[in-house]
Every structure is written in C-alpha cells, then in structure tokens.
C-alpha cells in the first residue's frame, strides 16, 4: 500500500516537473525568436539606408558631413561581429540617422519631394518597428525570468540549465520616457 | 499577462455559447406564440405542439447563428464598403506601416486586416469571426486627422481588442443582433411609420428590444482594459487621450456606421447621456465608458489633466489659424534681373514661377532689396525649381481630358494620385478617394477659391430653384464623355447640401471635376458652407 502511495506521488511530482519543464522551453523560444525579430528590423533599416542617401545627396550639399556619418556608422554596424558591438554601431546609427532627420528639416525642396518623404516614412517606421521588436524582446524577458525565478520552479531551472536572459539596453539619449517627457505644460 | 489565452478562449467559448442559447430562447418564444394561434385549444396540452416548437427554432436560430456568426468580418466590411489601403497613397501607406509596427509589438500572433471606411466621421472598430478572420478598419475623416502616435495608439488599442478575444464576442453579438435592427431601421424608412401595423416588422421589432438586453453581456471594463494594454504597447498614453478628446468633439459616425456595429467601435457613434454616466444601472446597460473618465485613467499615467489637455488644443487651433493671415503679411516681393539685364519686378513668388526666363542662376533681390544673391540661395525662391523638376517627373495616363481631349497627367494631390488636365485644370478623381480628399484639409483654401464658392453656391442655388419651377428643363450645355468607358457624364451637385455641379461616371466610378471645383468642394465641406434650399426644402 505505502509502495503504491510512493509510486503515486513520484509520479505526480514527475508529472509536475515535466509540465514546468515544458512551460520554460517555450518561454525561452519565444524570448529567443523575439530576438530574431530584432535582427530582421536592423536588416531592413540597413537596407533602406544607402537609398535614402543617394536620394537627398544632391539637394543636402552643406550637410555632407552628416550624411557621412550615418554611411560609416551603417557600415560599421552591418560589418559588427559581436552582439556587444553590434549594439553598439546601432545607437549610433540611430543617433545620426536622428540629426539627418532634423536637418533635413530644414530644406524645404526635400520636404516637397515624393521620393524623399516615402524614403522617409518607411524609415520612421522601421525605426519604431525596431523600438517595438526590443520593447517585445524585454517583455517577453521579464516574463521568462520571472517564471524561472519564483519559487518552485526555480529548484528545476537551476537543475536543468535555463540561463539568464539580458535586457536590452537602450542608448543614453533615448533614455527618456517619452510620455513624460512630452509633457503639456507649455514646453 | 493576466490570462492564459487557454483562459480566453474558454470564457470566450462559454459567452459565445450563452448567445446562442438568447437566440434559441428568442425564436422559441416567437415560434411558440405565433404557432399557438394556429392551435385551437390549449397549447401546454400537447407535447407535440412544444417539440414542434423547439425544432423550428433549433433550426431557425442554427442558419441564423450560421450565417451571421462565421463570415461575420466579411458582412462588416461589405456593410461598411470598408477599402483595403491603397500603397500609393501616402496616409493609407502610413496606416499599413503602422499595422505592421503593431504586428511586430504583439509578436506576430494572430494576422489582422486593416481597412479603411469611405467616410468623413471619425472612428475606428475591429472585428473578428469564428472563421479565425480578424480586421481593423479606420474612417477616412478619422485616419486624416490623426498624428503618426495618434494612430499608433488608436490601432493598438483595435489589436488588444483582437488578440484578447473580447472583440470575437462582440462581434458575434454584433451580427446576429444587429440583423434585427437593420430590419427595423428599412422598414421604419419605407413604410413612415405605418410599419407597425406589419407583422413581420413586429417581430423584428420585439427581437431587437430583447437584443438590447445583450448589452449587458458586453461590458464597460473591456475598453478600459484595450486602452491600458495600448499604451502598454506604445508607451504613450497622451496620444490615446488626445485621440479620445478628438473623438468627443467630432461626427463619429452615427447614421453612417449602422446600428448593431456600436459595440465594436472605439466611441460609441451615437452620443447617448448613457454612456457619459456612471453608475450601476449605466455600467450594466452601456457598453462604452464615459470618454472623460477613460481621459482622466490616460492623463492619470501621464500626469497631466484634461483642462491642460484643453488649453493646448485650443492653443494648437488657435496658432493654426493665426497661421494663415501674418505668412500673407510677410509674404516677400522679389526683384529679378532678366536676361536683358534690367531689373523687374516686385514679383511675388507664386508671380516669379510664372517667369520664363527665371533660373537658379538669374540674380535676384529680396523684400527690401536689400542683398543680391543668386535665385536658388533664396529658399522660397528655390521652392520654385524642386516644384519645377517634380512636374518633370509627371506621367502621362490613359485617359484623355473630356473637354479638351488632351492626355491627364498623374498627379499627386494631398497625399493621393488624381488625374489632372494641363490645359483646363480640371481633374478627374475616382469616386472612392473623394472622402479621402475632403478629409484632408491641410492647407487652407486660397482667397480666389473662397470667392468662387461663395458665388457658386448663390447661383447654383438660384438655378436650382429655377430647375424645380419648370420641371423638365434642360441644360444646354452638352454632356462630357466618360474618360474610361465613353458613356456620357451624369451631371449633377455633390450632394444638395454641398452644390458644386460635378459630372460623375456611373459605371466606372470616376468623378470629373472643373477648373477649381474640387478646392470649392473642399472648402464648403471644410466650413460647412450648405446651400439654403436643402435646409429648407
């Protein structure tokens, strides 16, 4: 009789662990898909890039500096190897293709051409298709760590090897909180 | 995340079952009524009267739940004449961006539509079938007025009704409900009020009262709920607000999107006091919260308050109008020297693109002839040479103009492509982007175009009168040939409110407008200048 009990509870607690198990394995595939997701963006911004620079280099003639800056900056970012300095080149391609955006401002002829506004709304979106695919990332992180972090679970994840996930840190200047930041008072 | 999506899709199954349960019960105590007329005698009687009873309405209520319930997006979208966005106009192409953008922060889980409603009201709704179907759909008035966040916020917070299951419901409810009052809305137009002596109208008429009952199933919670999740999704919750209070002020459609779709939408279209209380009896019969009160939960995790919110608007508005007169004021005339070398002018700078002999090389002299420069250092003046190489950049199209027989050239006007004539400026616009032009109202209409409406509107009124006096009486002036199919033009207003004599394709689907007709149009729509006659009829 006590055998069987035994032989029950083993199961149950068997049973249990593989529920668990199975809950983490998909969470750490979701976190890791999200992080593809993050990539494909990149890719699409690195090649929406030399377009919008062969478009606007002729009208911008005392911004070439500028321009340069975002083509060196891409370069370096497709060419980075490690995810450390991948990270890197990418907030400052982001920062520079930021002061292209606002000097571009300043032209009224690139404002009126179709090309350069479409050129331009694409990239917008990317850029936010990128904020939201690294907001997504973190999400699913804080998730995942949470799950492998409470308390019964964290007994399995530690037997079986689930690692730490990092957040995604953003770059210095897009540290602000945005809805704070655009505050009404008169700013 | 609160629920599992096994949780969702469990509550959602079990409400889903409850509405087919209501219907079952609706048409049971129909047949039973109607079929106990039939019976002489007590009807509890017979258990064969009671079965016969419960069959027809097993089956009645099966083909209806069928019918409305699994294609229910496709009914909306037919319903709405709802467009898929087209890629070569610039807002619908920001709007297929957007929907992207929230593909990618809710991690691509489930495929949603989006579609735009012809429509100047402004609103938004999602819907979602039991065949898996999901589709977000924008108005055009809506769509046109929204900034880049504004709209991010407004998808967002369609896609968490979509993804969380709440919208499946409503949408159900939506189509097997709202059959009853699409019936009782026909009606009660054909027949001016003698429809009530009409059974089948009766009926129609009890079934929606009792569907009215449905709003209690569909609760106020779950648009706050979609509002926290978008700005869980965009990080910014001012963009919402300022969306909401945008909505407050506008036409959100009533009339247009048609009873039963309310529950989907993100504003109630029909302003009711209802929906602006709060209160037990108010939570438990309205399906849309207060506006102030979801302003007040957004402003809240931004810290701000809805009269600063206030302010700044009416400040927006007010610099928006205050715009137009002190840039006439400081509109600079020009000196140029022409290629006789004498100096000419003042010319102002829509008068020098009209120069032949102007060039980025031709000196020129600013406002107070102060400095000399070269024509492409000024900017305005260099405006004029970015205009002129974008028209080179034109193409021709297939359809020839239908007064002077010369080719249209394509043409970009306020974000989308119409169809212009380069010898009478008149321009041919299909008739679904029509509401997407008026929509738009960007820039404000020039003095010449405010004059002509004006003396359009007085005299097309007159004529009109004229026309209704003699019956009969023709125009003389001969109709235009369709630029597509050849058939003569209907000739025709707008519509009586707005009297811009327009000639429209009935087949195609094209709308030819004259020199300035579609500005005119525009800037009646804009300020509502409606001719008298159909106020007063």
């Known amino acids: 009789m006590a055998g069987w009990i035994v032989l029950a509870a083993v199961g149950v607690l068997l049973f249990w662990m593989i529920m668990i198990y199975n809950g983490l394995v998909s969470l750490r595939n979701d976190v890791q898909s999200s992080w593809k997701q993050i990539d494909v963006q990149l890719k699409r911004r690195h090649d929406l890039i030399p377009n919008l620079v062969s478009t606007v280099k002729g009208m911008m003639e005392f911004e070439q500096d500028t321009l340069e800056k975002v083509v060196s900056a891409r370069a370096k970012a497709v060419s980075a190897a490690n995810p450390q300095s991948k990270a890197e080149a990418e907030n400052v391609l982001t920062q520079a293709l930021g002061r292209l955006f606002a000097v571009m401002e300043n032209y009224p002829a690139l404002k009126s051409n179709q090309n350069v506004m479409h050129l331009q709304e694409e990239l917008t979106s990317t850029e936010n298709r990128i904020s939201f695919a690294r907001q997504l990332y973190n999400d699913l992180v804080a998730n995942y760590l949470t799950r492998i972090q409470i308390f019964p679970n964290n007994l399995i994840s530690s037997l079986l090897g689930f690692r730490r996930e990092e957040y995604f840190t953003a770059e210095e200047a897009a540290r602000a909180v945005p809805g704070v930041n655009l505050s009404l008072r008169g700013k | ?537």
């Open chain 2, 1 to 537: 995340m609160p629920l599992t999506f096994i949780d969702i899709e469990r509550r959602k199954n079990w409400r889903i079952a409850l509405f087919f349960l209501l219907l079952l019960l609706m048409y049971f105590a129909v047949t039973a009524v109607l079929a106990s007329s039939f019976y002489f005698g007590p009807p509890s009687a017979s258990p064969r009267f009671w079965i016969f009873a419960a069959g027809t309405a097993l089956i009645i209520a099966g083909a209806h739940f069928w019918s409305s319930a699994v294609g229910a997006v496709g009914a909306v979208i037919r319903t709405l004449n709802a467009q898929p966005p087209d890629p070569r106009d610039d807002v619908h192409k920001t709007l297929m961006n957007v929907m992207q953008e929230i593909h990618v922060v809710t991690g691509n889980r489930r495929k949603i539509q989006c579609r735009v409603v012809p429509s100047l009201s402004m609103n938004a709704l999602a819907a979602a079938d039991l065949k898996g179907d999901a589709v977000i759909a924008i108005t055009e008035g809506l769509l046109s007025r929204l900034t880049r966040p504004q709209l991010e916020a407004v998808m967002a917070h369609e896609a968490h009704h979509v993804l969380s299951g709440d919208c499946l419901e409503a949408t159900v409810a939506a189509s097997l409900f709202g059959t009853f009052s699409a019936i009782v809305e026909k009606l009660g137009h054909t027949t001016r009020g003698r429809a009530f002596s009409s059974p089948a109208f009766l009926l129609a008429w009890v079934m929606l009262k009792l569907s009215n009952l449905l709003n209690l199933f569909i609760s106020r919670e779950r648009e706050y709920r979609a509002d926290a999740a978008a700005v869980r999704m965009t990080r910014n919750p001012i963009a919402l607000a300022e969306t909401l209070h945008l909505l407050s002020r506008s036409w959100r459609g009533a009339g247009f999107i048609g009873s039963g779709f309310e529950m989907l939408c993100i504003v109630n279209p029909l302003a009711t006091a209802l929906d602006e209380t709060e209160g037990f009896w108010a939570d438990l019969l309205s399906t849309h919260p207060p506006i102030r009160r979801r302003m007040n939960v957004l402003l809240a995790m931004a810290r701000v308050s809805v009269s600063e919110l206030d302010t700044k608007a009416a400040r927006r508005e007010k610099a928006k109008h205050a715009g137009t007169p002190s840039e006439k004021a400081a509109e600079t005339k020009f000196f140029a020297m022409s290629p006789q070398q004498q100096w000419q002018g003042p010319f102002t700078a829509a008068e020098l693109a009209g120069l032949p002999w102007l060039s980025p090389l031709t000196w020129i002299t600013g406002g107070d002839g102060q400095a000399v420069d070269r024509a492409w250092k000024e900017p305005p003046v260099n405006a004029i040479f970015a205009a002129r190489l974008a028209e080179k950049e034109k193409t021709l199209s297939n359809f020839i103009c239908p007064s002077c027989r010369q080719s249209l050239v394509i043409e970009s006007y306020k974000g989308t492509q119409i169809y212009l004539c380069r010898f009478c400026a008149g321009a041919l616009v299909e008739s679904v982007k029509i509401p997407r032009i008026l929509a738009r109202n960007d820039q404000p209409a020039a003095d010449r175009v405010k004059a002509l409406t004006r003396t359009a509107l007085k005299e097309n009124q007159a004529r009109f009168a004229e026309h209704k006096l003699k019956r009969g009486h023709k125009s003389s002036l001969p109709l235009l040939p369709c630029p597509r199919c050849k058939n003569p033009l209907f000739r025709g207003f707008y519509s009586l409110a707005y009297m811009i004599e327009i000639d429209r394709c009935g087949f195609c689907g094209l709308t030819w407008f004259d020199r300035d007709e579609l500005e005119m149009l525009q800037y009646m729509v804009e300020n509502r200048l409606a001719g008298e006659t159909a106020a007063a009829r």
